[in-house]
Nanobody, 115 residues
Framework: QVQLVESGGGLVQAGGSVRLSCAASGSIFRFSIMGWYRQAPGIQRELVASVTSGGSTFYADSVKGRFTISRDNTKNMMYLQMSSLKPEDTSVYYC?????????WGQGTRVTVSS
């Protein structure tokens, strides 16, 4: 089974930018949709952004205009470019890949935005 590994999290000041990466151990072409989710303590995991195999994207209202999701099927990578970060973006961010037969999660990477 394909494994997903996130990287790129860390501490960033409000207004700053960071890029998260999700590396897959195998081909991601098979996954019809991939996405980034986040979960803060005591809060349900929420969808931040997703991208289909055809390149269609979705963004949560809270991140529209600030985050950009992309996937590179040739490199088996997915990215989340995060800009104009706010303290409320502080969370653990998870990579997800799914199709009709699989629903795979990464282990998460923490992003902390200081005010």
């Amino acid at each position: 089974q394909v494994q997903l590994v996130e990287s790129g999290g860390g501490l960033v000041q409000a207004g700053g930018s960071v890029r998260l990466s999700c590396a897959a151990s195998g081909s991601i072409f098979r996954f019809s949709i991939m996405g980034w989710y986040r979960q803060a303590p005591g809060i349900q995991r929420e969808l931040v952004a997703s991208v289909t195999s055809g390149g269609s994207t979705f963004y949560a209202d809270s991140v529209k205009g600030r985050f950009t999701i992309s996937r590179d099927n040739t490199k088996n990578m997915m990215y989340l470019q995060m800009s104009s970060l706010k303290p409320e973006d502080t969370s653990v961010y998870y990579c997800n890949a799914r199709n009709f037969a699989s629903n795979i999660w990464g282990q998460g990477t923490r992003v902390t935005v200081s005010s």
